[in-house]
């Protein structure tokens, strides 16, 4: 099993900077990819960024340029930087851990608000 805890989400102004962290624990080596995706009210979940074992990242058309993914070994942590963040950016943005051997793990989500 993985165990995935989530902070980092908050209020901040359109134009600012949040940094949003993914802990975790249990069976590391079972994992795959870290992946962050956001779901806002109404709205399907979406992929916004993934980073594979070996250091392979993509992101959602929508953030290229503004967030950037990465990830500390060494802590078993992912970080999801948001820089430049838009109204439109704001969801509860989740940490998925997808397996090696298929299926996943997500954490229990973050609310991000962008809004003066």
């Known amino acids: 099993q993985v165990q995935l805890v989530e902070s980092g989400g908050g209020l901040v102004q359109p134009g600012g900077s949040l940094r949003l962290s993914c802990a975790a624990s249990?069976?590391?080596?079972?994992?795959?990819?870290m992946d962050w995706y956001r779901q806002a009210p109404g709205k399907q979940r979406e992929l916004v960024a993934a980073?594979?074992?070996?250091?392979?990242?993509n992101y959602v058309d929508s953030v290229k340029g503004r967030f950037t993914i990465s990830r500390d070994n060494a802590k078993n942590t992912v970080y999801l930087q948001m820089n430049s963040l838009k109204p439109e950016d704001t969801a509860v943005y989740y940490c998925?851990?997808?397996?090696?051997?298929?299926?996943?793990?997500w954490g229990q989500g973050t609310q991000v608000t962008v809004s003066s």
């Open positions: 998925k851990a997808a397996l090696l051997l298929g299926g996943a793990y």
């Open positions: 249990g069976n590391i080596g079972s994992i795959y990819s």
């Open positions: 980073i594979t074992r070996h250091g392979s990242t």
